[in-house]
């Protein structure tokens, strides 16, 4: 076991319980104005991660933008509220 300093512990990605993915843990987590790019390889699902932005959105009120890029390597997903 490890002590942790706050700093450390908040950098450390963590997920909730019950059945939330890693990506819908890690856009809650984002604070205003951050920026993401996932990655074509990290997603899974056949729809895109709009689903998951416009469920949070939603459910926590959380407001993001998901955008699709050009070449098709990804996505990049912006929390703007």
């Given at each position: 076991?490890?002590?942790?300093?706050?700093?450390?512990?908040?950098?450390?990605?963590?997920q909730?319980?019950?059945?939330?993915?890693?990506?819908?843990?890690?856009?809650?987590?984002?604070?205003?104005?951050?920026?993401?790019?996932?990655?074509?390889?990290?997603?899974?699902?056949?729809?895109?991660?709009?689903?998951?932005c416009?469920?949070?959105?939603?459910?926590?009120?959380?407001?993001?933008?998901?955008?699709?890029?050009?070449?098709?390597?990804?996505?990049?997903i912006?929390?703007?509220?």
């Amino acid at each position: 076991m490890k002590k942790l300093t706050k700093e450390e512990a908040e950098k450390i990605p963590v997920q909730g319980k019950g059945r939330s993915s890693a990506v819908s843990s890690a856009l809650q987590a984002m604070k205003v104005g951050e920026i993401v790019l996932l990655a074509r390889m990290e997603w899974s699902w056949k729809r895109g991660p709009s689903i998951i932005c416009k469920r949070l959105e939603k459910k926590m009120g959380l407001v993001f933008t998901c955008k699709r890029v050009m070449d098709g390597s990804g996505w990049i997903i912006k929390r703007i509220k």
